[in-house]
């Protein structure tokens, strides 16, 4: 079962250019994670966020959450090409345990 | 630095095939986890583990089952492997408490 679903599926843009993806959920969440993947490599966390917490940064990235429309977006400003990857939002399996399920990504292409 | 890492990059085995697959750990992290990955299908999560020699099935366990004897390493077995189960097979581990996984790099089976 899918709790996590990104949108959009794909996005391309220029080096410099913001990019903005999204996730929805299904059911209440305790937290929202987003990892990122590079062409056929393992996945690395980039960031948490708490339900009780709206917006948080890191670096580049900032994350929100509405917890009343039960999503999420992640935004990159001034891309690199070295974002290009794919980008996954996830959150807990059920409220017991830290097992995630995962949407089935953006795949992001930052061109120069 | 976390490092999870898994037997090997790529793998080729025949239809009804034993299959091991291994994942080892070096941070000492209680929580190890096995998902497979598909074009289209995102991140499914196959067993997990909290403790050794304690498992859980994921969202797809049939055809899988799993083996945990030392805390740092995690073991998945496809006792007879078939063409559906070629995939992008990834391994995660994390701190008992702590949300965030980190990963190992993959293993890519091709089943013929």
């Known amino acids: 079962s899918q709790q996590g679903e990104e949108d959009p599926q794909a996005l391309s843009i220029q080096e410099g250019e913001n990019a903005t993806m999204n996730c929805s959920y299904k059911?209440?969440?305790?937290?929202l994670q987003w990892y990122r993947q590079n062409s056929g490599r393992g996945l690395v966390h980039l960031i948490l966020?708490?339900?009780?917490?709206r917006e948080k940064h890191s670096g580049r990235l900032r994350v929100t959450l509405d917890t009343s429309k039960k999503s999420s977006s992640l935004l990159i400003t001034a891309s690199r090409a070295a974002d290009t990857a794919s980008y996954f939002c996830?959150?807990?399996?059920?409220?017991?345990?830290?097992?995630?399920?995962f949407g089935k990504g953006t795949t992001l292409s930052v061109s120069s | 630095d976390v490092k999870v890492t898994q037997s090997s990059r790529y793998l080729v085995k025949r239809t009804g095939e034993k299959v091991f697959l291994e994942c080892v750990q070096d941070?000492?992290?209680?929580?190890m986890f096995w998902y497979r990955q598909d074009p289209g299908l995102g991140l499914r999560l196959i067993y997990f583990?909290?403790?050794?020699?304690?498992?859980e099935k994921g969202d797809i366990p049939e055809g899988y089952s799993v083996s945990r004897e030392k805390k740092e390493r995690f073991s998945l077995i496809l006792e007879s492997a078939s063409t559906n189960q070629t995939s992008m097979y990834l391994c995660?581990?994390?701190?008992?408490?702590?949300?965030?996984?980190?990963f190992g790099p993959g293993t890519r089976l091709t089943v013929t």
């Open positions: 059911t209440s969440i305790n937290n």
């Open positions: 966020i708490r339900s009780n917490e």
């Open positions: 583990s909290y403790d050794v020699k304690m498992k």
């Open positions: 941070m000492d992290h209680e929580n």
């Open positions: 996830a959150t807990l399996r059920n409220q017991a345990g830290t097992a995630l399920i």
């Open positions: 995660a581990s994390s701190p008992r408490n702590l949300y965030e996984q980190y």
